[in-house]
């Protein structure tokens, strides 16, 4: 595939307002790093007038060494929408809960139907370290970026929960995508965040709705987000901004609903399209200020 594809809906180099990025995989590096490209292109965005939204299927808890790297302090779409937090001021202004009981039952219907081993992680925002594993979740050698406990499952589905993670060795993401799905209640959702990795959270949230909610407090309408992603649980605000853009490295289906395909997360994909629309913006306004 060409590093960058592009099926314009519209030319969003003259309108957007807001820069929507996701985290993993596209603003960051595979090392966790935020390149330098890639903060002078938000730099300039944020002198043009447009305002970076994080979106992110992280917990807020456990972003804070990316909002200090960015110096960020805006509003954050984070848990895959369910926490809309106020980075400033260190306020929460939207947080949503599991359903602990239909999470408990969701769980046991998932393990009856898979028939193999699953493991599961959650994120509880009650618990200090709010990260918490259970004893085979981690493969070997695989390292969190943050402290974490293990527990054993019992324990974690106890614990008031903002999402679990759930992964098997024995099945591919969409067997266990479409496995866990038919097994979950009204009050859940399932989204796939990462390879491998298979996500439960609150009904009614994805980063679609998050980032609807923080343009609406911003007055900024959707036709003028770009917004930029790589893994299915992307997809909805890719669908909802007005410019969509899959990374290079990303899911083939965020790649099928984008309207643009940047270059990886390891060359700076962000930053390379945002400085191609930034460009055509001034010369949009040169050819006005010309006529």
């Known amino acids: 595939m060409a590093s960058m594809t592009a099926i314009h809906r519209h030319r969003p180099g003259s309108v957007f307002r807001i820069v929507a990025t996701d985290l993993d995989g596209t603003l960051l590096a595979d090392d966790l790093s935020v390149s330098d490209e890639n903060r002078a292109a938000l730099r300039r965005a944020a002198h043009l007038g447009a305002q970076h939204v994080i979106v ?9 060494v990316f909002f200090q790297a960015l110096d960020y302090r805006g509003l954050a779409v984070c848990n895959q929408g369910s926490q809309i937090y106020d980075v400033g001021k260190q306020a929460m202004l939207l947080r949503a809960e599991l359903d602990q009981r239909a999470a408990r039952m969701a769980i046991a219907r998932i393990k009856a139907e898979v028939a193999e081993r699953l493991d599961i992680a959650v994120v509880s925002s009650k618990h200090p370290l709010h990260i918490l594993l259970s004893p085979t979740y981690l493969h070997t050698g695989e390292r969190l970026s943050q402290p974490y406990a293990v527990l054993s499952q019992e324990s974690l589905l106890r614990l008031p929960l903002d999402k679990i993670l759930i992964r098997s060795p024995d099945l591919t993401d969409a067997m266990l995508l479409r496995r866990a799905t038919a097994c979950i209640g009204p009050t859940l959702t399932v989204v796939q965040t990462a390879p491998g990795v298979v996500e439960i959270v609150p009904a009614g949230f994805d980063k679609g709705t998050g980032l609807a909610r923080v343009a609406h407090l911003l007055g900024v309408r959707s036709e003028k987000v770009v917004a930029f992603g790589d893994m299915p649980n992307d997809i909805p605000m890719l669908r909802w901004a007005g410019h969509g853009v899959a990374m290079e490295n990303g899911h083939p289906d965020v790649q099928a609903v984008a309207d643009e395909i940047a270059p ?7 930053a390379r399209v945002l400085f191609r629309l930034m460009d055509e913006r001034l ?3 040169h050819r006005s200020s010309d006529t």
Not at 264 to 270: E, L, Q
């Open 56 to 64: 992110t299927g992280r917990p807020a808890e456990g972003c804070d």
């Open 264 to 270: 990886n997360n390891n060359r700076s994909g962000v």
């Open 283 to 285: 010369a949009d306004a």
